[in-house]
């Protein structure tokens, strides 16, 4: 696991293998957005010659050549800047495109621009997201991968600020679950399937002081969620619901994050093209997210109380599956009919926002790869919101902004809920094909439950779509590498944060 230190000490005296500087593009040329020490300076009339533009993403590796006690400075670009300065998001991904350009190094010392704490705190966080690597399953060829960055050091004239170090630590903590995140989205099925994952929870629970619950195929069964027992039929690993609270003393407030948990997704009966399943470990993602949301809150010890329900399947096309045309009835009593089982997610998080709301939450979130719609909407960066109550979708969008994460707001339209009504049941599972993505939210919203008796207000509510970014099958860029993500991780914790604080 990487380290943090602070060091009151300048880019050419840190200690350190290497040395992060910004550079800025402009349109005279790039730019270095630092005061060098004067045995620096030679590199401010040589960028362009070095090949550096400052791009976005850019890491340029440089012999330090004796101007400094590092023997190698990296520079990383920061695209274009206003105010002078680049945004605390673009040192992120600078800070985390450097730790993984510098993979084999033990020291990265960051002489980023930071104009107050935050941006100090932010370029650390970025070190540590972009410091991940997902080595479990290699063996032969485990010694061709550099490790990770060992440390990372932070050049401040102010170690010792309380505010700074409490940043650092949160940043610590969110980094360590965005990779937890990451190495549950990157486990092969065969290895996460519903009960394993249940078992990472217990154990999460055990470690952090968390109340964990976890609900067997035989008790969903009985107990009438037919959703998680409809998807996982065709499985011969059962379905689970697991619950893992966080519930401090005098919390001031109670929030609920539901996950869809498919831990392999075929398709069932209606099955996906080969192709198409490939990636299909990470439909788990939101799951992931919420479990280790939840864990961060414990170590963070956010006054809030705050439960995870993880709903867990697997959907194969076995004997037992679910078939188009079926009519299940989920948790609750609602009779769903059944067109498609490749829309399953939807039918596991039926039962868990019902669970949720049991618990009459003053929020309910959920998180879900759920359609390949919202990747053809938003592509494979941007995640989606969708809430009934446009202040909730805010606050999810306010605290996405804080925390470096691309979400966007999506609408709710009335005018395509007609298109889920079923002849056979209380609703079916697939309507309008165009619009997939806002179709899916409006079913998700028939489960969210009231905050009195029949007629009162729904629970405030938003449904988070994370379908594209939960797992980069392209290049790495900024602090994100090949594979999961960790996606949504830092937007919840805000969220909680910002709850605390109502």
């Not at 010694?143 to 060992?150: E, L, R």
């Amino acid at each position: 696991m990487t380290s943090v230190t602070l060091q009151n000490k300048d880019a050419a005296s840190a200690s350190a293998d290497a040395v992060v500087l910004a550079v800025a593009v402009t349109d005279d040329g790039p730019r270095l957005l630092a005061d060098l020490p004067r045995a620096l300076r030679w590199l401010t009339g040589s960028l362009t010659a070095l090949g550096v533009s400052g791009a976005a993403d850019e890491v340029v590796r440089v012999p330090s050549a004796g101007g400094a006690s590092a023997d190698v400075l990296v520079l990383a670009g920061v695209g274009r800047v206003t105010g002078g300065r680049p945004g605390r998001e673009a040192l992120r991904r600078a800070a985390g495109a450097a730790a993984r350009a510098c993979a084999g190094l033990g020291t990265l010392a960051l002489a980023l621009p930071a104009a107050d704490v935050e941006d100090g705190v932010a370029a650390v966080e970025g070190a540590l997201l972009g410091a991940y690597s997902y080595t479990t399953y290699k063996e032969r060829t485990s010694g061709a991968q550099k490790a990770p960055v060992g440390e990372v050091v932070l050049l401040t004239s102010s170690p010792r600020d309380k505010a700074l170090r409490a940043g650092v630590e949160r940043a610590r903590v969110l980094a360590d679950a965005v990779a937890a995140t990451r190495d549950l989205v990157n486990a092969p099925p065969v290895d996460l399937y519903p009960e394993s994952f249940a078992d990472v929870a217990v154990a999460a629970g055990k470690e952090h002081g968390l109340k964990v619950t976890v609900l067997d195929d035989v008790a969903l069964a009985k107990g009438g969620y037919g959703g998680l027992t409809g998807v996982g039929k065709g499985s011969a690993r059962g379905p689970r619901l697991v619950s893992v609270t966080w519930s401090p003393r005098g919390a001031s407030a109670k929030v609920a994050l539901v996950g869809k948990g498919i831990t392999f997704d075929s398709g069932g009966l209606s099955i996906k093209p080969a192709a198409s399943m490939e990636t299909m470990k990470c439909d788990m993602g939101g799951a992931a997210a919420v479990l280790q949301a939840v864990v961060a809150a414990a170590r963070l010890k956010l006054p809030v109380e705050v439960t995870a329900w993880l709903c867990l399947a697997e959907n194969m096309p076995g004997g037992g599956a679910m078939r188009p045309s079926d009519v299940i009835t989920t948790y609750g009593g609602r009779t769903v009919e059944v067109l498609n089982t490749d829309a399953e997610g939807r039918l596991v998080l039926a039962d868990g926002l019902v669970s949720a709301s049991e618990q009459k939450p003053d929020l309910i979130l959920d998180v879900a790869t759920l359609t390949g719609a919202q990747m053809v909407a938003l592509g494979s960066r941007v995640a989606a919101v969708m809430a009934e109550d446009e202040a909730v979708g805010r606050r999810v969008l306010a605290a996405a902004e804080r925390s470096g994460e691309q979400f966007w707001p999506m609408p709710l339209p009335e005018e395509l809920r007609a298109s889920l009504d079923s002849p056979v049941a209380d609703i079916k599972n697939m309507g309008e094909r165009y619009g997939g993505m806002l179709v899916a939210g409006l079913f998700l919203r028939e489960f969210v439950g009231r905050t009195g008796g029949e007629g009162s207000p729904r629970i405030p509510w938003a449904h988070l779509d994370i379908a594209g970014p939960a797992f980069n099958e392209g290049a790495p860029w900024g602090y994100t590498g090949k594979g999961g993500t960790g996606v949504a991780v830092r937007t919840l914790v805000q969220v909680l944060e910002d709850a605390a604080a109502r």
